[in-house]
């Protein structure tokens, strides 16, 4: 889950702003639509009404709603909130591509969290991550490029190499019109092991 979880029951779609004083991010941006499925019992329901958390850090690398050595934003809410999955089982979000900060690569933290086949609290972390070459093209456009390159590439990094390229968004679009990216999610609602932060959580 890393560090910087910060549940502040934000129910919004578009999340790139900080509530306080109505500020957008700046970054190119991004719709990031989420199906959340039942795959227990060989089937493929999609699971309405589930909690999906998101929560990234800016064009900068900085997190609203934390103190950390570099930066201190607490009580800000900005790249922040959630979405109940309709129907369909789908939550949509309208954010901005992620930047980066050192040791990382390039992600999207994310939480589930619906009832268990037997009826109990039942939660699922784990991070989204992005093509190399989409993050690229997004990152050459203002204000990633002023950060220069990069220093954590998905091959270098500790946690997508424990299973991230199963959580690899399905991205397209470009600078100019922004992206959109879709994940669809399968939960063995049976398996109450997955209540505690699975093997893709850790460090920021």
């Not at 991004?30 to 909690?51: E, K, R, W, Y």
Request: net charge negative; glycine share 10%.
């Amino acid at each position: 889950i890393g560090p910087y979880f910060v549940d502040e029951q934000l129910n919004r779609s578009d999340i790139r702003s900080e509530p306080s004083d109505n500020s957008v991010r700046e970054g190119v941006p991004l719709t990031l639509a989420i199906g959340v499925f039942d795959v227990s019992q060989n089937n493929c329901d999609p699971i309405a009404g589930a909690q999906v958390d998101i929560w990234h850090c800016d064009a900068a690398g900085v997190y609203s709603g934390v103190s950390d050595r570099s930066f201190s934003t607490v009580g800000q809410k900005f790249l922040r909130g959630y979405q109940l999955t309709d129907a369909t089982g789908k939550a949509q979000f309208l954010t901005i591509y992620p930047g980066w900060y050192s040791g990382r690569t390039v992600h999207i933290h994310f939480m589930i969290r619906t009832l268990g086949a037997d009826g109990q609290a039942y939660e699922f972390v784990s991070q989204f991550f992005f093509d190399e070459a989409r993050t690229d093209q997004a990152h050459s456009a203002q204000p990633y490029s002023a950060r220069g390159y990069r220093n954590t590439l998905n091959s270098d990094d500790n946690i997508y190499n424990n299973g991230g390229d199963q959580l690899l968004l399905d991205n397209s679009g470009d600078n100019a019109n922004g992206y959109t990216a879709t994940i669809n999610i399968g939960l063995d609602l049976n398996d109450t092991e997955v209540g505690a932060p699975s093997s893709f959580g850790g460090p920021p």
